[in-house]
């Protein structure tokens, strides 16, 4: 089973308006945490946001909130006042405490901000 | 703020040569990884690394490849007797520690073309 799945290849946007980039995880470990990271064209990977799977109340970090329903395993990223920069794939990773350190990756969400 | 170097941006080699991909982890971090995205992909764990021995890898990193800190500041991927499939894009990432809420900090990566 895929640890990470993502399900929205592709998504779009106006300028302004928020969006929502979806993510479902599997694990069977008590302790993780999940991560969203944002690769631009040019190819870097630039770390937005993490919620633990005890944090009670969702993550927030400037534009990016994180709606964590853990009961449905999901983590889904919300980007608020879409910009024209944020025009990138969006990937959702966990990372697990129990089984290693690694990072688990979804497939990605390719996100277009219309103007 | 610290961030992960990788060299060379872009790398292209003949099928059959031996690369190496070089990584300056940030300075107070202690565990180094490589991933590896073949284009379109996901990224994809290849190993980990701490305390001078690697401590978990998957099943990509097979002979084929090999890690090494040769000084208190590099951290290098070699991959011998490259094949066609081996052309994706290469992270390293390093992380404070291994809790479950600590981020991996990515490189630009390192682009690896196989001719």
């Known amino acids: 089973a895929q640890k990470i799945t993502q399900t929205q290849p592709g998504m779009f946007v106006q300028e302004k308006e928020a969006v929502t980039l979806d993510c479902t995880y599997d694990?069977?470990?008590?302790?993780?945490?999940l991560f969203w990271y944002k690769q631009p064209s040019s190819g870097e990977m630039i770390f937005l946001i993490y919620?633990?799977?005890?944090?009670?109340q969702n993550a927030t970090e400037g534009r990016y909130s994180l709606n964590f329903q853990k009961a449905r395993k999901s983590a889904n990223l919300v980007i608020s006042a879409s910009q024209l920069g944020d025009s990138a794939m969006y990937f959702c990773a966990m990372r697990e405490s129990n089984t290693g350190n690694q990072f688990y990756f979804g497939t990605g969400t390719s996100l277009t901000v219309i103007p | 703020e610290p961030e992960v170097t990788q060299t060379p941006s872009h790398q292209v080699t003949q099928m059959g040569q031996e690369v190496i991909l070089r990584c300056v982890p940030i300075s107070n971090h202690l565990y180094f990884y490589w991933y590896r995205q073949i284009l379109g992909q996901k990224v994809e764990f290849l190993v980990s690394?701490?305390?001078?021995?690697?401590?978990?890898k998957s099943e990509i990193f097979d002979d084929q490849f090999s890690v090494e800190r040769p000084d208190g500041s590099n951290f290098t991927l070699k991959i011998r007797s490259t094949k066609l499939e081996d052309s994706a894009m290469y992270f390293c990432?390093?992380?404070?520690?291994?809790?479950?809420?600590?981020?991996?900090?990515f490189g630009d990566g390192t682009r690896l073309s196989i001719l």
């Open positions: 919620q633990g799977s005890y944090d009670e």
């Open positions: 690394f701490y305390n001078n021995e690697i401590s978990e």
């Open positions: 990432a390093s992380s404070r520690d291994r809790l479950s809420n600590q981020p991996q900090h």
């Open positions: 694990t069977s470990d008590q302790s993780y945490g």
